[in-house]
């Protein structure tokens, strides 16, 4: 069988060298990302802050107005539910430099010149991490919602005292079977317990349509 093509992950590219910025943009779209683009720091904050902002973001080290890990930084000031995944260019390796990028919020650093087989790696990597980090936050949103059912059902349920039918939120009246399925996703077979069956035949026998 035939495997799907996977989903094009939006990968931002900030960098304020524009030559950078399209080779870069060229082999990452090859790569099955797409890419998008900033040519400083600032704009790629606000890139990184929107709602449909990026999962995926290659910051270079200084740019104008802000530099990559003050651009970390402040991302990682707004926790989300499926926190971009941020990579630093550098061109320097050193020890205490790549703790800094670290510390301050980058998942992933890429020395300057960076071998491109490499960055292709920690890409699939990140991609990875992406990809997991949205399949969790859809197993969360799912529980709670199961949750918030379970503890609507919990509550007090208006119930006829007569017909047994649920009133819900919308003041509209249901069987009980109709209510349950609708608000916990239970599926039910029917069938007759021994009390109804014993008086259904017996309305049956007492039923002068069915008397021989």
């Known amino acids: 069988m035939t495997r799907p093509p996977e989903a094009a992950v939006q990968l931002l590219i900030a960098d304020d060298d524009p030559v950078l910025r399209r080779m870069l943009g060229a082999a990452v779209k090859n790569w099955g990302f797409e890419p998008a683009e900033a040519a400083d720091g600032r704009e790629a904050l606000a890139l990184l802050r929107r709602p449909d902002a990026p999962k995926l973001a290659v910051l270079d080290w200084v740019m104008p107005g802000l530099d990559g890990p003050d651009v970390c930084r402040q991302v990682r000031e707004r926790p989300t539910a499926e926190p971009p995944y941020l990579i630093l260019l ?7 430099d790549v703790i800094a990028g670290l510390v301050a919020g980058a998942n992933d650093y890429v020395t300057k010149p960076f071998d491109v087989d490499e960055l292709r790696a920690r890409l699939g990597v990140a991609r990875n991490v992406v990809e997991l980090r949205a399949t ?4 969360v949103r799912e529980l709670e919602d199961a949750l918030s059912q379970v503890k609507q059902l919990q509550s007090l349920i208006p119930i006829c005292a007569y017909c047994k039918k649920i009133r819900d939120d919308a003041n509209y009246w249901q069987q009980v079977d109709s209510y349950l399925a609708h608000h916990s996703g239970i599926r039910f077979t029917h069938g007759i317990c021994p009390d109804c069956l014993d008086r259904e035949i017996r309305s049956m026998e007492d039923d002068p349509r069915f008397r021989p």
């Open 90 to 96: 550098t061109a320097n390796d050193a020890k205490k």
């Open 136 to 139: 969790l936050a859809t197993r």
